[in-house]
């Protein structure tokens, strides 16, 4: 993960989840916005079901999502940054 200064760390953030703008702090992963935010489903597996981050560190890639229009990025893995827009294409367009 990047790195972050202290007074970045607590900056808020506000941020998109699938079209819905939302308020969190900079020094969140996007992974802990969608549960602050109860939208615990990142995607999709093959077969239909619901799935979301298990791990928290970027090994079971199941926190898959699309950040600023670049697919499968890790919510687990990313910072939340003021602008940011997430699609979890289980949701609203953003």
């Known amino acids: 993960m990047p790195e972050q200064t202290a007074m970045q760390a607590k900056m808020p ?6 079209g819905q703008p939302v308020e969190c702090r900079s020094d969140m992963t996007v992974a802990a916005a969608l549960m602050q935010y109860q939208h615990q489903q990142t995607h999709l597996s093959v077969t239909g079901q619901p799935r979301f981050a298990v791990c928290g560190m970027g090994v079971c890639q199941e926190c898959r999502v699309s950040i600023n229009g670049q697919p499968h990025r890790l919510a687990c893995q990313e910072y939340c940054r003021s602008g940011m827009v997430i699609n979890t294409g289980l ?4």
């Not at 949701?91 to 953003?94: F, I």
């Open 13 to 18: 953030a506000k941020i998109w989840i699938d």
């Open 91 to 94: 949701g609203g367009q953003s």
